[in-house]
């Protein structure tokens, strides 16, 4: 029991537990799943489809923070991906069109694509420190998802593209398949092959793995890109969910829930070492801990304290100082008693 507490996933793995506890005990069908017009329904799958888009960003954000680096830009990002997948969708002759749909989510994609490979050139090859580098897109970009959609609220009718935020396949909701693809990909690549390692190298010591041979340079390169463009997919969802691209609300603060979905799945902010399942329960933590403030009835202007005092307790939890404060404390001897002196 003592070796499974010391695990990194324990404490969020509790914790969202706790949650969905909670919400059970307040709506006995929170947990309950229902099959209707082939589709599956239910709270938890809303909360696996509404958390979605943070699940991917928080993917690349892990892979980002493990090599010491951070990336404020995602939410940036997003509102440029749709702003440009749907600019492309109004004026497109044929907007209802497959072709045009799939059009629009390469754009958005290449969009994201070059979005991270300009970051990834700013940390790597200038040398700008990662929270100054993706200031300066996190501050443009909304400008840039402005221009594109002449700051207006661009709607669009394209069912193709409606299925990616709101589709359903195989009875799941496709955007929660697209989060599942990229989480096994990006498990695969770096838990499988020696990239995992590599990043793990850089964030522990990047002197040393530079020293080593290293091209440390490559390596941070691509964790902004695989970062900008997650974060172009999460764009098309949110976009295409509610098939419109609001350029000035789109993606709105979610890097910080990405940040905070990290933290508490148990990768450091120091880098080296991290965990993309952690980042999944994280993530979850986060939508669930929404859901629940809609169940409980708390006042939406406390919404935000709400949520801060669970992400904070679980982070403390988290903290090895606090772990062995509750350890000592528990082994501490009770007032009363007397401690057995050796001989």
Known sequence: MKSLMKNRLAWPVIALAALLLLNQIFRPDFLSLRMQDGHLYGSIIDIMRNGAPTILIALGMTLVIATRGIDLSVGAVVAIAGAASCAYIAASPEPASPVTAAMAVLIAVLAGLLLGVWNGFLV?????????????????????????????????????????GAGYLFTLPVSILITAAVFVLAAVLTRRTALGILIEAVGINPVASRLAGL?????????????????????????????????????????????????????SLAGGRYTLAGTVIGAFIIQTLTTTVYTLGIPPEVTLVFKA???????????????????????????GTKEKVAI
């Not at 897109?137 to 669009?156: D, E, K, P, Y």
């Not at 997919?233 to 940040?259: K, P, Q």
């Not at 062995?324 to 082994?331: D, F, G, T």
Request: with cysteine; aromatic share 4%; charged share 10%.
């Open 215 to 267: 091209r440390s340079r490559n390596i941070i390169w691509i964790v902004y890109v695989f970062s900008a463009v997650c974060a172009a997919i999460a764009g098309l969802m949110i976009s295409s969910n509610v098939t419109a691209a609001d350029a000035n609300n789109a993606g709105l603060y979610i890097e910080m829930d990405a940040i905070l979905a990290v933290v508490i799945g148990g990768t």
């Open 309 to 335: 005092l669970v992400v904070i307790t679980v982070c403390l939890l988290q903290a090895p100082k606090a772990r062995n404060l509750l350890r000592s404390l528990k082994a501490a001897p009770k007032p």
């Open 124 to 164: 790597s090859t200038v040398g700008v420190q990662p929270i100054i580098a993706t200031l300066v897109l996190m501050t443009a970009g909304r400008g840039i998802a402005q221009l594109i959609t002449g700051g207006q609220i661009v709607s669009v009718s394209n069912d193709h593209y409606k299925s990616i």
